[in-house]
């Protein structure tokens, strides 16, 4: 490990430890319940994970996260590379996925819990609607700026349309799909959060729910901060994906 | 073998103007010839070459190649760029294959082919590189590779050794030049060296500048095999002393 690496670490440990430092000296000063200590809302975890919930609810809260993040990745690289590469698909369908795009897809979950219930259907489906959008989104402008060079080149070697999209569209969309990731997954963990406190109390943030009803503090705390490292894994996991298919870019340092 | 008729082009310039690029050229290029032309920056080669391989549709004007009209589905065509359009997120290797993976060739069929051309390229040991990672010269070489991997029987190459050293270059030179013997190639070929188009060329086509007609067609009877030393003869600095001032009349 580098030196300048190290130093990024400790450089970015420090706001922790100072907002850690904080947060204990301010809890002396006030009621639990209002502020438990961080040592309470860890042992407030720890009680949860003795009795195995946590676990349980994290593992919950990630199958329908990933399951329906994925599915969304594919079903919007694969929808958005049609509208993005066929003109007329474009013209006729692009108003509609920006106006999805731009609406709070919250206001769709009467009528997901009237569809497909309060169960893992549900919050699934969910999950893909609210996340795959951005997707598409990007793929779609990511077709429309591919290099004019690239297409011209796999028509010169009699591509077929077919071929054309699978060699030459989806690795020229790439860049962009990876800006539709990131914004897919954020929506996708909203998504996710939110349907296991509206729907039937499931995982990490059914957990929050049910804590949050009873004014368990300490729990409460605890649970804001695994939502909140959970989210940073699943960047983390973004992150490699990125690295993986941008390889072949220049590196600008 | 390839019949350009009265082909006429023009574009569409930003202030919506008409830019008149070719007028009414005409020629014929014979089975297994090497067919050169030459002309000014901006007079319309880049533009004819891809008018011949079918990726330009002239204003009026037709290209017929063996009687019929040109497609891109016949694959016995090879065309190389000049400006390369190698595929950034592949490697030197596929984007060698990428011609054959798009004839469907089987694996084992590509990975002999690709082996072949890089070792005859010099591009061993760069197959996994990305083109951004190659110098300007080693990526023109990717590309010569790309555009011969198939076996072409016509091959359209728009200044393919421009970015290569002097040595390089007339190490290439020799090299197509052995290819085409071999394969009896027709070729046309675009480039700015005069020294390259008569050391390559059965026949060297002139073009006018902008818009481009043709000037002069000058057969060049050197005798074959040529080999690079061709160019210390009296012989090739009496036709090098004759295109130079049909260029510039
Ligand atoms: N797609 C296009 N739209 C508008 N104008 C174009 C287009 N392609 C080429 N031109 C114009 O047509 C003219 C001829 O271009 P072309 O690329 O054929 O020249 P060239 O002879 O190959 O030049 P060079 O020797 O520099 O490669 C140029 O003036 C160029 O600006
Ligand atoms: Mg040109």
């Known amino acids: ?253 | 073998m390839i019949d350009i008729i009265d082909v006429t082009k023009s574009f569409l310039s930003v202030d919506n103007s008409r830019l008149q690029v070719l007028l009414q050229v005409n020629f014929h290029v014979n089975r297994g010839e090497f067919f050169t032309i030459l002309g000014p920056n901006g007079c319309g080669k880049t533009t004819l070459l891809k008018i011949i391989h079918g990726l330009l549709a002239p204003d009026s004007g037709s290209v017929l190649i063996q009687g019929r009209p040109v497609s891109l589905r016949d694959k016995t065509r090879s065309f190389m760029f000049q400006s390369l359009n190698l595929v950034p997120w592949k490697t030197v290797w596929d984007n060698i294959a990428l011609p054959l993976v798009l004839m469907g060739q089987n694996k084992s069929e590509i990975k002999e082919k690709i082996n072949k051309i890089i070792e005859f390229m010099g591009l061993n040991g760069f197959e996994k590189h990305y083109p951004h990672q190659l110098s300007g010269g080693m990526q023109q070489k990717v590309a010569i590779a790309r555009a011969l991997v198939t076996d072409p029987q016509i091959l359209l190459m728009d200044e393919p050794l421009s970015a290569l050293d002097a040595y390089t270059r007339e190490v290439l030179q020799d090299e197509i030049l052995q290819i085409i013997e071999k394969r009896g190639l027709t070729v046309l070929y675009v480039t700015h060296s005069v020294d390259e188009a008569l050391l390559l060329s059965d026949r060297i086509c002139i073009l006018t500048p902008r818009p481009a007609r043709i000037k002069d067609i000058v057969a060049i009877d050197l005798p074959k095999p040529r080999r690079v030393s061709l160019k210390n003869t009296q012989e090739f600095s009496r036709l090098r002393k004759i295109i130079w001032d049909k260029l510039f009349s």
């Open chain 1, 1 to 253: 490990m580098l030196w300048r690496d190290v130093r990024g670490i400790i450089l970015r440990t420090v706001p922790l430890v100072i907002f850690l430092m904080g947060w204990q000296v301010a809890s002396y000063f006030t009621r639990p319940i209002i502020l438990p200590s961080p040592t309470a809302a860890i042992g407030g975890l720890a009680q949860l994970a003795i009795r195995d919930e946590l676990q349980f609810a994290i593992l919950t809260t990630l199958t329908a996260l990933s399951l329906g993040f994925a599915t969304a990745a594919i079903m919007g690289t694969f929808i958005g590379m049609l509208i993005g590469w066929f003109k007329k698909a474009h013209t006729a369908l692009s108003p509609y996925v920006y106006a999805l795009g731009s609406s709070p897809s919250f206001v769709f979950i009467p009528i997901i819990i009237l569809w497909f219930g309060i169960g893992f259907e549900a919050r699934l489906v969910y999950v893909i609607f609210a996340s795959i959008i951005p997707v598409i989104i990007n793929v779609m402008h990511g077709v429309r700026y591919i290099e004019s060079e690239l297409i011209e080149l796999a028509k010169s070697l009699g591509a077929s349309q077919l071929q054309m999209l699978r060699h030459i569209v989806l690795g020229g969309a790439t860049t962009f799909l990876i800006a539709g990731l990131r914004l897919g997954l954020v929506r996708a963990f909203t998504a996710t959060i939110l349907s296991e406190m509206f729907f039937r109390l499931e995982g990490v943030g059914g957990l929050l729910s049910k804590y949050s009803s009873v004014f368990r503090t300490p729990e409460i705390f605890g649970l804001i901060v695994v939502i909140i490292s959970l989210s940073q894994v699943a960047l983390g996991v973004i992150k490699l994906v990125e690295r993986r298919l941008l390889k072949w870019k220049p590196q600008i340092t």
